[in-house]
């Protein structure tokens, strides 16, 4: 397999694309192959491969357990190994995100279908988050580090869909550490005020989408794009008016490993409370449950 396919790499930071393969005819050899270029490109594209559903699925589960998305409904297909999404003039994920990040264990890893694309606009961004870690100072690495965050399902309606995660990770293949903090699905730093928090989250989160980490992809129709949510974020550009529908099967399972453990308690308001305290309610609520899943536990 080496020897026939072609990987053209896309920019510095992330990204390759790969001919000389059919995605519908992969078998458990070239699904290894593949994911050694995923580790090394963190995000692939196959153009041309105009995959039906059954393959799409059957592609996916040589990297794991599938399931479809928790809170958006299928336009189309009732597949439930399938996420479909179909937009026009709007609809898009049009922040920086790492998918589902609001589960304890969120993606592995995605698999996208183009089914349809506009001629013009739609296109995709990919941010490599090792990157947007090694790149911060060294003091910032270190606070990082220490830090956890909670992230929720507010953009689906669901804010009560919440859990922590540590802001740098570790990947358990590369053991490499990312950034893991986004402006989609990320509320709030677990061990700092509200306003230290918003400083702080607001940079990390701006800081992740800086162009030097970046790669830029325009669809086709039939284009397959593979990629890593451990260590990247993604964005689509909310500027097409013709109706873009993708397909995507999401690889489950994964629960982040912190770089280390927190160094600091949760944040908690402990005295004169006022008016300004509506902003630690999630967090506050989050905690309790946890310590009265605790407290049952012990029962």
Same mark, same amino acid.
């Given at each position: ?129 090792? @990157?947007?870690?090694?790149?911060? $100072?060294?003091?910032? /690495?270190? &606070?990082?580090?220490? !830090? ?79 990629w890593d949510n451990r260590c990247t974020q993604h964005f689509v550009l909310n500027d097409f008016d013709e109706e873009r529908i993708i397909q995507r099967v999401t690889v489950m399972g994964d629960r982040p490993e912190a770089a280390s453990p927190p160094r600091w308690p949760p944040y908690l308001r402990? @005295?004169?409370?006022?008016?300004? $305290?509506?902003?630690? /309610?999630? &967090?506050?609520?989050? !905690? ?12």
């Amino acid at each position: 397999m080496s020897q026939t396919l072609e990987v053209v790499r896309l920019s510095s930071a992330l990204g390759a694309e790969v001919r000389g393969i059919s995605l519908g005819e992969v078998g458990p050899i070239e699904a290894d192959a593949i994911q050694s270029l995923l580790t090394e490109h963190l995000v692939l594209f196959f153009p041309e491969q105009h995959i039906g559903i059954e393959e799409h699925v059957a592609f996916g589960r040589h990297f794991g357990t599938l399931e479809g998305h928790p809170n958006l409904r299928n336009p189309f297909s009732d597949q439930p190994e399938i996420f479909e999404l179909a937009a026009s003039r709007g609809g898009v994920a049009d922040e920086w995100h790492s998918d589902i990040t609001f589960q304890p264990e969120p993606s592995i890893l995605a698999i996208l279908n183009m089914v349809k694309c506009p001629e013009v606009g739609g296109d995709t961004l990919w941010s490599n988050m090792y @990157r947007a870690y090694d790149e911060l $100072s060294a003091p910032l /690495q270190e &606070l990082c580090e220490g !830090l956890t965050a909670l992230h929720d399902a507010a953009p689906h309606g669901k804010p009560e869909e919440m859990t922590t995660h540590p802001v740098v990770r570790v990947h358990p293949i590369t053991r490499r550490k990312s950034l893991f903090v986004n402006e989609h699905f990320t509320r709030r730093i677990v061990e700092l005020s509200r306003e230290e928090s918003d400083v702080l989250l607001g940079y990390l989160t701006r800081w992740a989408s800086n162009p030097r980490f970046t790669v830029r992809y325009r669809w086709s129709k039939g284009t397959v794009a593979m990629w890593d949510n451990r260590c990247t974020q993604h964005f689509v550009l909310n500027d097409f008016d013709e109706e873009r529908i993708i397909q995507r099967v999401t690889v489950m399972g994964d629960r982040p490993e912190a770089a280390s453990p927190p160094r600091w308690p949760p944040y908690l308001r402990t @005295r004169n409370p006022g008016a300004t $305290s509506r902003h630690d /309610q999630q &967090l506050n609520k989050l !905690l309790g449950s946890r310590a009265k899943s605790l407290e049952s536990n012990k029962k």
